[in-house]
């Protein structure tokens, strides 16, 4: 198989990118090319920007029949990726047990928070960008597939912010991640160092749950 490098744009995922150009994903990720992109890359689906996966040579278009003063119908099954959250209001309390729906996606989604305050739900891989809509007001936009790999700054960041933990605005980024990586590592009973370390990095990703 003629193999072709690919760089990761922000949103990218294995799934997504196997819709998008006609692979097969299993396939493609267990490919040699890939080997080394598999060694730092535990999860296909948490990809950074930059990383460069090796993709088939695009095959060429199959044109579709069309019969001229008739009706011409098409269907095509769309793949789903799952979506999962951790509701907390600004104090970091759940949201718990809150009805929602999903917009942004072509049959809407309806579900309800549970007392954890977690949700669930499965999108087309397509979905760039949806919005949680709750019954009883307010929203949460959500980006679909932006979710960088937790050994990189902005994925452990972003982590961490879900979870609650935040750091003065004042503070300059780097110390500002330190500091909340100490202040999960603490709450975890890991050693308190302010590094990702892999044992930080796998505490973090389990009470995540991405």
Same mark, same amino acid.
């Given at each position: 198989?003629?193999?072709?490098?690919?760089?990761?744009?922000?949103?990218?995922?294995l799934s997504q990118l196997a819709y998008r150009f006609g692979f097969d994903?299993?396939?493609?990720?267990?490919?040699?090319?890939?080997?080394?992109?598999r060694r730092v890359r535990e999860n296909p689906e948490v990809l950074a920007p930059g990383d460069v996966l090796f993709l088939p040579q695009a095959p060429p278009r199959r044109p579709l029949t069309v019969n001229d003063g008739t009706t011409n119908r098409f269907s095509a099954n769309v793949p789903t990726t799952h979506v999962s959250l951790k509701l907390r209001?600004?104090?970091? /309390?759940?949201?718990?047990?809150?009805?929602?729906? &999903?917009? *942004? @996606?072509?049959?809407?989604? +309806?579900? %309800?928070?549970?007392?954890?305050?977690?949700?669930s739900f499965r999108v087309p891989v397509h979905?760039?960008?949806v919005r949680l809509v709750f019954d009883e007001g307010g929203s949460v936009r959500v980006n679909v597939g932006h979710m960088d790999p937790v050994q990189t700054a902005s994925g452990a960041l972003k982590r961490l912010q879900h979870l609650?933990?935040?750091?003065?605005?004042?503070?300059?980024?780097?110390?500002?991640?330190?500091?909340?990586?100490? /202040?999960?590592?603490?709450?975890?009973?890991?050693? &308190?160092? *302010? @590094?990702?370390d892999d044992? +930080?990095? %796998?505490?973090?990703v389990s009470a995540h749950q991405s």
């Open positions: 198989m003629s193999m072709r490098p690919y760089v990761i744009r922000q949103g990218d995922y994903a299993t396939e493609v990720w267990n490919h040699s090319s890939n080997e080394a992109l209001d600004p104090e970091g /309390r759940p949201i718990a047990n809150k009805a929602y729906r &999903v917009t *942004g @996606t072509p049959a809407e989604i +309806t579900g %309800s928070s549970d007392g954890e305050g977690n949700v979905s760039g960008e609650g933990y935040q750091a003065p605005v004042s503070m300059e980024p780097e110390y500002a991640l330190q500091m909340m990586i100490m /202040r999960f590592q603490r709450d975890h009973g890991l050693t &308190v160092n *302010g @590094t990702m044992p +930080t990095a %796998s505490a973090l």
